[in-house]
């Protein structure tokens, strides 16, 4: 069984900074894609930013040159570092990967897993 495990979240003032940890843990051949998400109150779940197994990075317009997400692919653990937070950047944050967590014959398959969500508040 496959586990994402965030963790960093807090409370913090506008301009401040936040580092969120997500680790998968369990029986993993592979990582592909790995992103986060975050759900405000009210609102409905949005992407905020992804990285490929190979490093490379997109992110949605609001975060882009505040946030910056990075992987260690031997630890198997994303990272979403946040900086000059604003209060609409309060959510529920999401990690979410697709990881190779069964192999058959030489090949390995692909299922998607999400993390249980780590609250971010950033106050004015």
């Known amino acids: 069984q496959v586990q994402l495990v965030e963790s960093g979240g807090g409370l913090v003032q506008a301009g401040g900074s936040l580092r969120l940890s997500c680790a998968a843990s369990?029986?993993?051949?592979?990582?592909?894609?790995m992103a986060w998400y975050r759900q405000a109150p009210g609102k409905q779940r949005e992407w905020v930013a992804s990285?490929?197994?190979?490093?490379?990075?997109n992110y949605t317009d609001s975060v882009k040159g505040r946030f910056t997400i990075s992987r260690d692919n031997a630890k198997n653990t994303v990272y979403l570092q946040m900086n000059s937070l604003k209060p609409d950047d309060t959510a529920v944050y999401y990690c979410?990967?697709?990881?190779?967590?069964?192999?058959?014959?030489?090949?390995?398959?692909?299922?998607?897993?999400w993390g249980q969500g780590t609250q971010v508040t950033v106050s004015s």
């Open positions: 990285i490929t197994s190979g490093g490379s990075t």
């Open positions: 369990g029986s993993i051949f592979s990582i592909n894609a």
């Open positions: 979410n990967a697709d990881i190779g967590d069964r192999r058959r014959y030489g090949l390995i398959y692909y299922s998607n897993y």
